[in-house]
């Protein structure tokens, strides 16, 4: 079983900038891969980006390349996501998962789920 744990959500004007954090507990987290997704009011849940479990391999979706950035900590058990230029689209609640498989862009390749973080950004 894994834990996951996000914070750094909150409310944001449009073009300012957050970091998500999400740590990890319950199993070796270096073994994991790590993602982001979220979830906006009414909307199917998104993939946002993906980490591979050495760090080595990223994706994101077009939405947000250039503006968002993954990254983790594997001493810290910790896998970030910095998001700036932030835009009142981006508004949603933010998941963190993880996966025992390689790095994949759809939820149903993920067994574990944090509670989420809502980011709010107005305009």
């Known amino acids: 079983q894994v834990q996951l744990v996000e914070s750094g959500g909150g409310l944001v004007q449009a073009g300012g900038s957050l970091r998500l954090s999400c740590a990890a507990s319950?199993?070796?987290?270096?073994?994991?891969?790590m993602g982001w997704f979220r979830q906006a009011p009414g909307k199917a849940r998104e993939f946002v980006t993906t980490i591979s479990w050495s760090g080595g391999t990223a994706y994101y979706a077009d939405s947000v390349k250039g503006r968002f950035t993954i990254s983790r900590d594997n001493a810290r058990n910790t896998v970030y996501l910095q998001m700036n230029s932030l835009k009142p689209e981006d508004t949603a609640v933010y998941y963190c998962a993880a996966s025992s498989l390689r790095v994949g862009v759809s939820p149903y390749e993920y067994d574990y789920w944090g509670q989420g973080t809502q980011v709010t950004v107005s305009s």
């Open positions: 319950g199993r070796t987290f270096s073994s994991l891969s």
